[in-house]
């Protein structure tokens, strides 16, 4: 699948400097970089839905290991 990534100048510039001092492509370099940080991304997105479908159901905040294991993580 082909995507279009618009990006800062300055990310340009440094993303076109690595894959000339590496010899590899640029597109090495974005793949390199969703591979390295999709899971973090994927976590975060998934724990501010649980966090606001728990706030939703009116539950009293509890800390975060009491939330966790009644979640079953």
Known sequence: MAISVRLSPEDEQRLEQLAARTGRSKTFYVREAIHEHLDDLEERY????????????????????????????
């Open 46 to 73: 998934w724990a501010d839905r649980v966090i606001r479908e728990w706030e939703e159901t009116g539950k009293k905040s509890k800390p975060a290991d009491k939330l966790w294991a009644e979640l079953g993580i």
